[in-house]
T-cell receptor, first 111, second 114 residues
Framework: GQQVMQIPQYQHVQEGEDFTTYCNSSTTLSNIQWYKQRPGGHPVFLIQLVKSGEVKKQKRLTFQFGEAKKNSSLHITATQTTDVGTYFCAGQASGTYKYIFGTGTRLKVLA | DSGVTQTPKHLITATGQRVTLRCSPRSGDLSVYWYQQSLDQGLQFLIQYYNGEERAKGNILERFSAQQFPDLHSELNLSSLELGDSALYFC?????????????FGSGTRLTVV
């Protein structure tokens, strides 16, 4: 079945450093979504990428969808303590209804 | 407040028991999804309903069942509970049947089986 893996599993950074998490799917995706879950909270939708090679930015966050539509990345520039949480990607395989969530990357930002 | 309401927020029950988790989707959303998140784990998709009909099934145990009612609220029934069923159960909703514009998650029900 479809699997979505994320690396790294954990990342500790100093405030002001950059951070990147990578998402890899075993199958080609029709689109991919990214979510952020704060500690003790629920996942919150950040963005969706649909087109091959698509790049979207939200302030300090840059999201990319791979050319083959099997991988994606989230890059945070100059992390802040408010960026703490777990970042999940969720991929929808072509022809299916459900999204498979990645394993998540837990980010800790040290002040 | 995301607009998705889950009750109860916390539930403690004994092994072998049965519980029902309730979810009211965001106004206007027709799809409801259930996810299980164990401690420090990812989100495991259980089941999806769209406008009252089952749309997709994930790794849902036979001891678990769900339904979506005409008013679009959904219930997840967990029976013959085991210690390993302790987890955070999230409900999410979306407007379309494919969740294309993203899911809106509720705050979850934390189930503890003792």
């Amino acid at each position: 079945g479809q699997q979505v893996m994320q690396i790294p599993q954990y990342q500790h950074v100093q405030e002001g450093e950059d951070f990147t998490t990578y998402c890899n799917s075993s199958t080609t995706l029709s689109n991919i979504q990214w979510y952020k879950q704060r500690p003790g909270g629920h996942p919150v939708f950040l963005i969706q990428l649909v087109k091959s090679g698509e790049v979207k930015k939200q302030k300090r966050l840059t999201f990319q969808f791979g050319e083959a539509k099997k991988n994606s990345s989230l890059h945070i520039t100059a992390t802040q303590t408010t960026d703490v949480g777990t970042y999940f990607c969720a991929g929808q395989a072509s022809g299916t209804y459900k999204y498979i969530f990645g394993t998540g990357t837990r980010l800790k930002v040290l002040a | 407040d995301s607009g998705v309401t889950q009750t109860p927020k916390h539930l403690i029950t004994a092994t072998g028991q049965r519980v029902t988790l309730r979810c009211s989707p965001r106004s206007g959303d027709l799809s409801v999804y259930w996810y299980q998140q164990s401690l420090d784990q990812g989100l495991q998709f259980l089941i999806q309903y769209y406008n009252g009909e089952e749309r997709a099934k994930g790794n849902i145990l036979e001891r678990f069942s769900a339904q979506q009612f005409p008013d679009l609220h959904s219930e997840l029934n967990l029976s013959s509970l085991e210690l390993g069923d302790s987890a955070l159960y999230f409900c999410a909703s979306s407007a379309a049947d494919r969740g294309f514009y993203g899911y809106t998650f509720g705050s979850g029900t934390r189930l503890t089986v003792v």
